[in-house]
């Protein structure tokens, strides 16, 4: 059985840090490239960071990449997500997901989330 775990989430003030993580169990982690996205009340989800299998090779949306980095432990089969000088407009619920193919959009397996709340 496949799950993905989110944890980290929480409130912060504006220009605060989040570490967000993502516990992987019931496939070989390391064979899928991982993603963050999130989903803002009223709003579309949507994407803000993937890496590759072996965590080589990142890609971010705009809005993110020069505050937020996203890495994997492949040996503790977990995808983590640090993100810093927080926004209002970081908030939302950020989920995980796990797919096949580096920067491709479809994702295979998805997390439940975990909220982040950014206060201003």
């Known amino acids: 059985q496949v799950q993905l775990v989110e944890s980290g989430g929480g409130l912060v003030q504006a220009g605060g840090s989040l570490r967000l993580s993502c516990a992987v169990s019931?496939?070989?982690?390391?064979?899928?490239?991982m993603a963050w996205f999130r989903q803002a009340p009223g709003k579309e989800r949507e994407f803000v960071a993937t890496?590759?299998?072996?965590?080589?090779?990142?890609y971010y949306r705009d809005s993110v990449k020069v505050r937020s980095t996203i890495f994997r432990d492949n040996s503790k089969n977990t995808v983590y997500l640090q993100m810093n000088s927080l926004k209002a407009e970081d908030t939302a619920v950020y989920y995980c997901?796990?797919?096949?193919?580096?920067?491709?959009?479809?994702?295979?397996?998805w997390g439940q989330g975990t909220q982040v709340t950014v206060s201003s």
């Open positions: 997901a796990a797919g096949s193919t580096y920067l491709s959009t479809q994702y295979d397996y």
């Open positions: 019931g496939y070989t982690f390391s064979n899928y490239v």
């Open positions: 890496i590759s299998k072996g965590g080589g090779s990142t």
